[in-house]
């Protein structure tokens, strides 16, 4: 199976910032890799798809990049409502994996 | 609006077997590989299985694979998960999730409903 591994697991910012979560796959994944948005108690959100493509309706300050083993999830101008846990998955093939999570709080 | 509603979840002994239910509405059900997934409190998401439009072949997670069998029913626009010999590991929220972009080979998951919880304990 492809392990997934998210860097940092957690991390603090403030509104307004520019945050990056990394997300290195154990072999290569091509461009398949989906982001999700978790907030407590609810279902994950769909993000970002195939590395960088933007999901319908998810904010432009949200965007992703990188292929084959190694991606980032980067957020501009962080806002109040982007809290939340972010998951990375592979998609390459079955069974697909998510990293851990990274846990964004608020500084 | 796209929407999936799961049911069917609660508290279990070890060794016994539970039925979970996900209905569909807003989307072209027949037309879509669906998933499900869990997630143990405080834990991370895990994949379970998959299911093809038309019902075959599916694909399952390891730990659930001879356990749990997938299904659906495209006239009742439902899907289902069957979980035999459950086991005090497979204690989780158990999500169900539409495909959306897709490799050729696995997918991502664009809808996902609000969970079930089964747990499982003596």
């Known amino acids: 199976d492809i392990q997934m591994t998210q860097s940092p697991s957690s991390l603090s910012a403030s509104v307004g910032d520019r945050v990056t979560i990394s997300c290195r796959a154990s072999?290569?994944?091509?461009?398949?890799l989906a982001w999700y948005q978790q907030k407590p108690g609810k279902a994950p959100k769909s993000l970002i798809y195939a590395a960088s493509n933007l999901q319908s309706g998810v904010p432009s300050r949200f965007s992703g990049s990188g292929s084959g083993t190694d991606f980032t999830l980067t957020i501009n101008n962080l806002q109040p409502e982007d809290f939340a846990t972010y998951f990375c998955q592979h998609y390459n093939t079955y069974p697909i994996t998510f990293g851990q999570g990274t846990r964004l709080e608020i500084k | 609006q796209v929407q999936l509603v799961e049911s069917g979840g609660g508290a279990v002994q070890p060794g016994t077997s539970l039925r979970v239910s996900c209905e569909a509405s807003g989307f072209t059900f027949s037309s879509y590989p669906m998933h499900w997934l869990r997630q143990a409190p405080g834990e991370g998401l895990e994949w379970v299985a998959v299911i093809s439009p038309d019902g075959s072949p599916h694909a399952y997670a390891d730990s659930v694979r001879g356990r749990f069998t997938i299904a659906r029913d495209n006239s009742q626009n439902t899907l289902y998960l069957q979980m035999k010999s459950l086991r005090v590991e497979d204690s989780a929220l158990y999500y169900c999730a539409k495909e959306g972009h897709s490799s050729g080979k696995a997918g991502t998951l664009d809808v996902w409903g609000q969970g079930t919880m089964v747990t499982v304990s003596s």
């Open positions: 072999q290569d994944v091509s461009s398949w």
